[in-house]
């Protein structure tokens, strides 16, 4: 290949590096792009109407000529030096330009094409113009010169250019529609898993019509299969019917007042829902065309409020209950024991364990005690040896709060005089707790307390307040009852009640 040619004339370097032109060829994408077959369909469509070896569609930026599509070269670039179309570019002045002997143009006589491979001698061009802008050109070109060229050919020619910048700027319309559908797309997949992540179904309503259109969890909210078309009489049909009316009010005023439309209501499943929406379209008379809206499941903020009321009232009970207890252990210790350090040492023991039962209470809703917790907790700080003083035999089982209550008194009672007068006052002592479920649904437990190897036991003459608390602190207990055995060998106790 022959020497590099001299770079174009002022005129068309500047044509070249047009900053609007630029900006246009960079908006489009192209340069160094796929080939496309409607572009190749062109070029050869050219080469056969003017019987060339070569055609190409050029295009120019500031340093280089890129071929999007060629025929009968065996390269896709040129330095811009080398360009024929940088000079279609420049040239304003005729909608082609045509050169018939390179060779004897001083203009490209020393072009590497001209002198060297493919050795191009005729050449005519005619430029692509996309937004106002010419970007390059669609050429013929051969090695033998012409004198003579038919202006029907070149008319022609000039018609595929343009049908070639027409191209660029149908194709560079699809792929920012592409792109755009493309983030509609992404946007509406954002918008859908934000809508499920919250649970929220979505609708839209045609009002005129009654058609509803809704996401997949509205579908699911209502109960209504997604196969078939939605109305909105499937909708209000999935309302509970006593809840109706105030889902009608709401909706009265937003049509006629314009507020926006707010209700909650259950649907036929049991689930509460809250319901939001707005009209967005009315007539010319001010009638309302098309409301859209969002319905969220609020089962469980309504179940965990109920649930907090019904804490709150349970929580005023108990307080009444355990301070007629406290008062009513405070006016049986002080009878009895009237000296004040002893009545301290009495009392506060008895309070600790109301204080621990309901710690315990507290730390799982009121909702109950596991039985053999509340021995672990009553009965095992009384241990002086170690654990094997005492034998746990029976199945866990939850007991009511008031249950829970009354058997941790009674628990603390004999614990308390087992580590004083029983088997827990000495190393080989041992208590027994175990118990069985009574009826025919499990629903009523017999609990024994035995004691072992303790001092023997001399039974009281007078019932103390420790026994008296011990017979009577299930009292509030429908159907229970609690026995007590001071047998010498050890004290014996049996506890029945009902679980429910």
């Known amino acids: 290949m022959a020497n590099k040619s001299e770079s174009p004339p002022a005129a068309v370097r500047a044509c070249v590096i047009n900053t609007a032109r630029r900006d246009v060829l960079a908006a489009l994408n192209v340069l160094d792009s796929e080939d496309d077959a409607d572009f190749d369909r062109l070029v050869r469509l050219a080469a056969s109407i003017f019987d060339t070896p070569i055609a190409a569609i050029s295009l120019i930026d500031a340093e280089r000529q890129w071929f999007k ?18 000079h279609v570019i420049a040239d304003r002045r005729h909608p082609c330009m045509t050169v018939s002997d390179a060779a004897a143009d001083t203009r490209f006589a020393s072009n590497p094409l001209v002198t060297g491979d493919p050795g191009i001698r005729f050449y005519a061009g005619a430029p692509i113009t996309v937004q106002g802008q010419r970007l390059g050109a669609l050429a013929v070109a051969g090695p033998t010169p012409r004198r003579h060229i038919d202006q029907a050919r070149l008319d022609q020619l000039v018609a595929l250019a343009n049908t070639a910048a027409a191209l660029f700027e149908l194709k560079d319309e699809a792929r920012v529609r592409a792109r ?14 934000t809508l499920e992540a919250g649970k929220v179904g979505s609708w839209v309503w045609d009002i005129r019509t009654g058609e509803v259109v809704a996401n997949d ?3 699911r909210m209502f109960g209504i299969d997604p196969t078939n078309p939605v109305t909105v009489d499937d909708i209000f049909g999935a309302i509970n019917p006593g809840d109706r009316p105030e889902v009608d ?5 937003t049509f006629e007042d314009g507020v926006d439309y707010v209700s909650e209501f259950r649907v036929n499943s049991g689930r509460w829902l809250i319901g939001r929406g707005r009209v967005y379209q009315r007539d010319a008379a001010g ?31 108990r307080v009444k209950n355990t301070l007629a207890m406290i008062q009513s252990l405070a006016r049986q210790t002080l009878r009895r024991t009237p000296d004040p350090q002893r009545f301290i040492d009495a009392f506060s023991g008895r309070l600790r364990t109301l204080s621990d039962a309901h710690a315990l209470l507290s730390d799982r809703d009121w909702s109950g005690i596991g039985l053999h917790e509340l021995i672990d907790s009553q009965v095992g700080p009384y241990l002086l040896a170690d654990v094997a003083q005492l034998v746990v035999e029976g199945e866990d089982v939850r007991l009511p709060p008031d249950h829970a209550l009354g058997l941790g008194l009674i628990l603390h009672e004999l614990s308390s005089n087992a580590v004083k007068f029983g088997a827990l006052s000495t190393a080989r002592g041992q208590v027994r707790i175990s118990w069985v479920l009574e009826g025919a649904m499990q629903e009523r437990i017999r609990l024994f307390w035995t004691e072992s190897d303790g001092p023997p036991v001399t039974p009281p003459v007078e019932p103390g307040l420790g026994t008296r608390l011990i017979q009577r602190s ?11 055995d001071f ?8 506890i029945a009640f009902p679980l429910a």
């Open 69 to 86: 599509s060629c025929y009968g070269l065996k390269f896709r670039q040129t330095p811009v030096e080398w360009s024929f179309s940088a």
């Open 180 to 193: 755009t559908a493309a983030e509609l797309i992404k946007e509406e997949w954002r918008h859908a898993l």
């Open 217 to 219: 969890i509205l579908l």
């Open 249 to 253: 009010a709401a909706l009265d005023a």
């Open 287 to 317: 009638k309302p065309l098309v409301m859209m809206g969002v319905s969220i499941d609020i089962t469980d903020a309504r179940e965990s409020a109920d649930h907090t009321r019904y804490l709150l009232r349970e929580l005023n009970h």
């Open 474 to 484: 299930l009292d509030k207990i429908v159907d229970s009852q609690v026995t007590l």
């Open 487 to 494: 047998s010498r060998t050890g004290v014996e106790a049996q």
